[in-house]
């Protein structure tokens, strides 16, 4: 058995045994994800649960580079080219695969394999340290982890990249290979614009010791330097407004940083822990999100729906899976027989958080019949046209059309919504048909063209 070299820091070692003997059993419970998140996902589209913001926006972006162009979005804004908006060149990664199966649904299956992807290393680090059933119930309850639950429901976003990435650095980084670690950490700067301050505290904990504190520092001053040639140059120049618009007012500015609701998103990370991440220098690395996070007045910003958890998961499963090696050692005797249960309570904590978050906050999908009379409309309209229409339909419009939704008010060639939608404002038209709730209408005086062909 290996074991990986202590520091001063954390004053203990990672036991980690053989790969090989570990790797099956995490290969076969991140395949179960991989099957249950790609049906979740599609099932979630196909009943129309999913929006505009962001799906319908970064699938047109994934579009514009599968056609050679920078990315656009005429739901976001169609003079705004993205990365003046979010610094994320890895979604060209995407590209190929959007050329040849060119609907949204490309994009919602991407993200549930990287998340199942990243359940791998988990599940095998939980194992080499734990044991192997003990650590197939922490892989299996991070891929339940209300983070990345909620990360899936919410559409797609770029952060999907991070999740695996973080995942496989952090193991790497457990188990005594931190070259490998930056190396596989090291495409975080193209992700988003924040993570390269992650991938600088992860510099600073390689940097802590010895051997590899060139190593450390570089990894450091890259990540830093990275993140603030993004939103300093980089956004700003392809930005219409010549700025990064997150920065200063309405943006992240300092807010009110020890709030009940901040102060409980925090509770909530560490909570299905039981606050044993708090034992791993891990934890570190939450820092950079959590700062400019809890540091903006923008309420959605820190409020745990959305997708902004997804990244914290693999960190905060990574030092809970660290520090439960840590207090290994202690945990002697009958006292050890306490580690199960402890592990079993605190997991179940993360499950549960997300079915009672789940049953307060989503509501029903549309009807059999709202889907079924929509993908007969869709199917109406013709490829490379203009169409308005609502968020929810958005998204199965992107990979035919320009979409823009309703309350823009532009004189598209079509508009696609239900007929006593309050936004809808008829115009004139010389085809008008009803399906069941919704109405298609095709508007001869359009002004608005294509910006590309499909």
Known sequence: ??????????????????????????????????????????????????????????????????????????????????????????????????????????????????????????????????????????????????????????????????????????????????????AIAAPLVLVKEDLGLTLAVLGFLIALRPETRRLGVWTAIGGTAASLLSVFVIIPAFSAYGTYR???????????????????????????????????????????????????????????????DAVLMPIVFCALIHGLALLRPHLLGRRRRLLRPLIATGLAISCLSFFLHSAASNGPGQPAEFAAAANRLIDRIPDNSTVSTTSTIAPHLTSKADVYLLKSNLSTEWTLAPYDDPELSYRLADLVIRDDALLLMHHPDSTVRPLHSR
């Open 1 to 182: 058995m290996m074991l990986l070299r202590a520091d001063r820091f954390t004053r203990s070692a990672v036991p980690i045994a053989d790969y090989r003997a570990r790797a099956w059993p995490a290969a076969v419970l991140a395949s179960g994800f991989a099957i249950v998140n790609t049906w979740f996902v599609l099932m979630q589209h196909r009943s129309f649960r999913t929006g505009a913001f962001d799906l319908g926006i970064f699938d047109q972006a994934v579009h514009s580079y599968a056609h050679g162009h920078l990315p656009v979005s005429t739901i976001r804004d169609p003079n705004l080219v993205l990365l003046g908006d979010h610094f994320h060149p890895i979604l060209m990664l995407l590209a190929p695969f959007h050329r040849l199966f060119p609907t949204a649904e490309t994009l919602l299956v991407a993200q549930a394999l990287f998340f199942a992807v990243s359940v791998f290393p988990i599940a095998r680090l939980a194992s080499t340290t734990l044991g192997n059933r003990i650590g197939l119930v922490i892989g299996a309850c991070y891929g339940l982890s209300w983070g990345l639950l909620n990360a899936i429901t919410f559409d797609f976003h770029e952060v999907a990249f991070a999740v695996p990435l973080l995942a496989f650095a952090l193991t790497e980084f457990l188990h005594g290979h931190p070259g490998r670690a930056v």
């Open 246 to 308: 997150y920065l200063g007012t309405s943006g992240l500015m300092a807010g009110d940083l020890f709030s009940w609701d901040k102060l409980w998103l925090v509770a909530l990370l560490l909570l299905p822990t039981l606050f044993i991440a708090l034992r791993s220098p891990i934890v570190l690395l939450l820092l950079p999100t959590l700062a400019w996070r809890l540091g903006s007045t923008y309420v959605l910003y820190w409020i745990p729906t959305f997708h902004y």
